[in-house]
């Protein structure tokens, strides 16, 4: 019996007249890992982003675990959630940023163990240990100390992944976590995203990696122009694809 | 090919000369020598008079009412201005014009002019009550005078004056954090507050710190402006003897002397401030850098 982590219905976003989201639709059963590709501004970061509500959305419903996203309804009526309501539902999501966004200000064991003690109520005794498992888990037990200005692009979003876990979540939200690094770190950073997929967490990966898609997405969706274009798994999308559009993005990167 | 362990090629080149330098150095300091010369050796510059004022317990004292009254209103004027920075960024209207309004108000009239105002606000309001608007709830009352006196009012027109010019100083420092750090502490399930406390204020501190000590140094002097309202402070005392013994360069000299030294000493906690939030900078923008312009022999 599986169920279902995200279930996101005909999701639409705009800034202004510029309409970015056009109804995506998807849904992402639990353990599974869905790798979302696109061209860029096709707005598959955009959609990761409304679905931790980091980005309010103009349409559609998103429903995370089975929760509303950001809003409350009785009856037909949405209610604007609380921003601590929302802070709370963010907490059951982790997420992976391209740039990392790790706090400058803290040693890495510091950026891991802040929001579990800070946010979570974890004494800083159980923190410190988990934090320690968690860098130990991506490959950066010696580098509890170090400032993230100290480390290497792919340490830094290994010690980014790891904060992301402290917080125990039951989805993980990579925004294309490899984009900002160098072609040799990219390995690294992917090893430790695969032995997370297998462990079971459920992703959704917003990705430019096609071997990666390939090796571990259980289903891959094609964005262009805010809309789902092909989705499937990755040997009819990635191998196989049906859709011009498709093909002709699937040329353009491979 | 050359192997590391020869080092017949190393770069020992004679130093590039900078005779406009010597020349430059050389005008200065007899443009400096000269100036000392002409203040020594002015007659009217009575100088055992200086000696003299020079550790007088009334300048002394006058030293410790500045000192405090400037941290005092620093730590006063700095909060209320972190305050007011993120109001001013807040998404709720009213706090950002109640703060706007502050702001202009406290920076658009003279210092001065708020000074002599809180110090004679008991010829406005002679008497002050403190309590709960139509009703006998009284919690404090009682002549303006007794409840705010001379350095009482200093301090607050110090205070609010500082929290207004400094609020755009640390309103800077909040903008210049990446919105990157926000997003991330929002995806982690932090609250705005705990955001702001935790890892927005921490980095802009690094911003803030510098033009924060520029604040400082202007308060400690500004704290002379008390004189007017009758403060006990170094400029104050200075002046009281100086009307007395009519040597007012003298005691000009000590107190200047005075606020000189003071000046330099709080630059020394400036710097363990600077080091101390530029953890985990070192790489972008502190130590390291400026080694990439020093060029040196091995």
Redesign the interface.
């Known amino acids: 019996m599986t169920e279902l982590m995200v279930d996101a219905r005909s999701v639409r976003k705009s800034y202004g007249t510029n309409q970015v989201l056009n109804g995506i639709s998807l849904t992402v059963e639990q353990g599974e890992v869905l790798c979302i590709i696109g061209p860029s501004g096709s707005g598959k970061s955009t959609f990761l982003r409304c679905l931790?509500h980091?980005e309010s959305i103009n349409g559609g419903r998103i429903y995370v675990n089975d929760e509303l996203m950001g809003y409350r309804q009785v009856g037909k009526v949405l209610h604007e959630l609380k921003?601590?309501d929302i802070?709370?539902q963010?907490?059951s999501?982790?997420?992976v940023?391209q740039?990392f966004?790790?706090?400058?200000?803290?040693?890495a064991l510091q950026n891991v163990i802040?929001?579990p003690i800070?946010?979570?109520g974890v004494s800083s005794d159980d923190a410190k240990k988990l934090g320690l498992e968690l860098l130990a888990q991506v490959g950066l037990a010696d580098k509890a100390d170090h400032?993230?200005?100290?480390l290497s692009g792919g340490q830094q979003q290994r010690v980014?992944i790891a904060?992301?876990l402290a917080?125990k979540p039951k989805l993980m939200l990579f925004d294309e976590p490899t984009s900002a690094l160098d072609p040799e770190l990219v390995g690294d950073v992917l090893d430790v995203m695969k032995s997370l997929a297998k462990a079971g967490m459920t992703m959704i990966v917003v990705t430019h990696e096609m071997g990666f898609a390939r090796e571990v997405a259980d289903k891959v969706v094609f964005i262009d122009k805010g809309l789902i274009v092909e989705q499937g798994t990755p040997k009819q999308v990635l191998d196989n694809p049906k859709e011009s559009r498709t093909k002709a993005f699937l040329n353009k990167v491979l | 090919m050359a192997d590391a362990t020869d080092y017949s090629d190393d770069v020992v080149a004679v130093p590039l000369r900078h005779p406009a330098r010597w020349i430059f150095g050389g005008l200065a300091a007899l443009l400096l020598l000269s100036f000392i010369y002409a203040v020594a050796s002015a007659k009217s510059i009575q100088y055992e008079l200086v000696a003299k004022f020079l550790f007088d317990h009334r300048i002394l004292e006058g030293m410790v009412v500045t000192l405090y009254v400037t941290v005092i209103c620093m730590v006063c004027g700095a909060t209320l201005a972190t305050l007011l920075a993120i109001m001013k960024l807040s998404e709720n209207p009213i706090q950002r014009w109640l703060a706007t309004g502050f702001i202009e108000f406290f920076r658009g009239t003279p210092l001065l002019l708020q000074i002599v105002f809180w110090g004679y606000l008991g010829i406005i309001f002679p008497q002050l009550v403190l309590g709960v608007p139509y009703t006998d709830i009284v919690f404090l009352s009682g002549d303006t005078s007794d409840l705010i006196p001379a350095l009482v009012a200093g301090i607050i027109a110090l205070s609010l004056n500082e929290a207004a010019y400094s609020a755009e100083i640390v309103r800077a420092g909040i903008l210049a954090v990446?919105g990157?750090?926000v997003?991330?502490?929002?995806?982690?399930?932090?609250?705005?507050s705990?955001t702001m406390r935790?890892?927005v204020l921490?980095?802009a501190m690094r911003v803030i710190i510098p033009p924060m000590g520029n604040e400082f140094i202007g308060m400690l002097k500004n704290t002379s402006l008390l004189q007017l309202i009758a403060v006990a402070e170094l400029y104050t005392a200075a002046s009281t003897i100086s009307s007395a013994n009519l040597a007012q360069i003298e005691l000009l000299i000590v107190s200047g002397f005075w606020y000189l030294v003071m000046t330099t000493v709080l630059g020394f906690p400036q710097r363990a401030l600077e080091k101390r939030?530029g953890?985990?900078?070192?790489?972008?923008g502190g130590r390291a850098a400026p080694r990439a312009f020093k060029v040196g022999r091995r």
Do not use: W
Request: hydrophobic share 40%; charged share 20%; net charge positive.
């Open positions: 931790n980091l921003p601590k802070a709370r963010r907490q999501i982790g997420m940023f740039r966004n790790l706090f400058p200000h803290m040693t802040e929001a800070g946010v979570a400032y993230p200005a100290q980014a904060r992301a917080m | 990446d990157g750090q997003e991330a502490a929002k995806s982690l399930g932090m609250s705005s705990y935790k890892i921490p980095q939030y953890r985990g900078f070192e790489s972008v």
